[in-house]
């Protein structure tokens, strides 16, 4: 079993920054492709970036692409989505999400992620 935990939400205001941080336990944490999606009200979760197991890939969705940057520490076992230029577009509740696999980073956009945080909130204002 693995718990996805994700923390660093909050409020800020718009052209600001926040970094989230997704602590990963339970199992190893290499070997797992790692990404963030977003839910904002009365709207579908949405595919924000991710990462491959390696760290050699990332993908990005285009509203987030310059501003957005994913990373992470494995021997930390730690995942991080820093966000700068922040938008009021970009208040959602933010989820961790991994799925066991060695492929590129978009394999978390054309798979189902094998495990999901509980989500953290982030409020970008006017």
């Known amino acids: 079993q693995v718990q996805l935990v994700e923390s660093g939400g909050g409020l800020v205001q718009a052209g600001g920054s926040l970094r989230l941080s997704c602590t990963v336990s339970g199992r190893t944490f290499s070997g797992y492709a790692l990404g963030w999606f977003r839910q904002a009200p009365g709207k579908e979760r949405e595919f924000v970036a991710a990462?491959?197991?390696?760290?050699?890939?990332?993908y990005y969705e285009d509203s987030v692409k310059g501003r957005f940057t994913i990373s992470r520490d494995d021997a930390k076992s730690t995942l991080y989505l820093r966000m700068n230029s922040l938008k009021p577009e970009d208040t959602a509740t933010y989820y961790c999400?991994?799925?066991?696999?060695?492929?590129?980073?978009?394999?978390?956009?054309?798979?189902?992620?094998?495990?999901w945080g509980q989500g953290t909130q982030v409020t970008v204002s006017s």
């Open positions: 990462i491959s197991a390696s760290g050699a890939s990332t």
């Open positions: 999400a991994a799925r066991r696999s060695a492929q590129p980073a978009t394999v978390l956009v054309t798979h189902i992620p094998d495990y």
